[in-house]
């Protein structure tokens, strides 16, 4: 029974330093959604058309529809990790989304460099009706011609 006992103990150390520890997102609750549009390097909404997985992530590109702060072109790329459990926001092609992202200012001309994260207030357009009364319209992004 000792024995037993003994090899049980060595087992369950060796399980214990071999598996990796695992690591969720943690997030805060995310502020109210005229803060987080304050906060935020660009806010828009827009229906994914493309989602290639890169070195670092995903990239997702977005037609956008409307916007409210940050986006003047058509189609925006941006980035998110892949998965919710490093934090990326899980994005449909085909879908609507309104995105609050965050990134560096662009420079005049240029398209800023974007990402997203389940910590955002980032979400389907089916669950964004709250967000839109409280930000208003936004601006129609007209196509490019």
Request: net charge positive; hydrophobic share 40%; charged share 25%.
């Amino acid at each position: 029974m000792r024995r037993f006992c003994a090899f049980g103990m060595i087992v369950l150390v060796l399980i214990s330093t071999i598996a990796a520890p695992a690591s969720a997102c943690s997030c805060l609750r995310p502020p109210e959604a005229p803060v987080a549009l304050a906060g935020s390097t660009a806010v828009f909404l827009g229906k994914v058309t493309a989602i290639e997985r890169g070195k670092t992530g995903l990239q997702i590109t977005i037609e956008v529809d409307r916007a409210w702060k940050g986006i003047a072109t058509k189609t925006v790329s941006l980035n998110t990790a892949p998965d919710d459990g490093m934090c990326g926001y899980h994005f449909e092609i085909g879908k609507s989304y309104l995105v609050y992202a965050n990134g560096d200012k662009p420079k005049e001309g240029e398209q800023p460099k974007l990402s997203t994260n389940i910590c955002t207030r980032t979400c389907h357009i089916d669950q964004a009706g709250d967000d839109l009364k409280a930000i208003g319209e936004g601006k129609k992004i007209a196509d490019a011609k």
